[in-house]
């Protein structure tokens, strides 16, 4: 099942299919998100999620409790749960 990604405020929306990360499926559109480690330790990709929900490929990724609670993700590790809106204003149109 696929899950759609909109990414604001460039207003580009992607399909996020089942076991692709936020920033595999915006990649995959040719939208290129700041990534740096894409294991979820750098934090380079962090962005806030206004919409939606996610899960991640990792037990714990690096973010503090406070963090998640106001929003926040990593989009190297994220899978999306729902329809999500990331708030992420370094964004690259690659096409």
């Not at 963090?67 to 190297?76: S, Y």
Request: net charge negative; glycine share 8%.
């Amino acid at each position: 099942m696929s899950r759609t990604l909109r990414i604001e405020p460039l207003g580009r929306s992607v399909s996020v299919p089942d076991g692709c990360s936020l920033l595999e499926a915006a990649l995959a559109e040719g939208l290129k998100l700041r990534s740096l480690c894409r294991n979820g330790t750098c934090r380079e990709c962090i962005a806030r999620v206004s919409e939606g929900r996610v899960s991640y490929r990792v037990e714990w990724p690096g973010l503090s409790p406070d963090e998640k609670a106001e929003g926040f993700t990593l989009p190297c590790v994220a899978l999306a749960e729902s329809d999500v809106v990331l708030l992420q204003p370094h964004v690259d149109v690659l096409r």
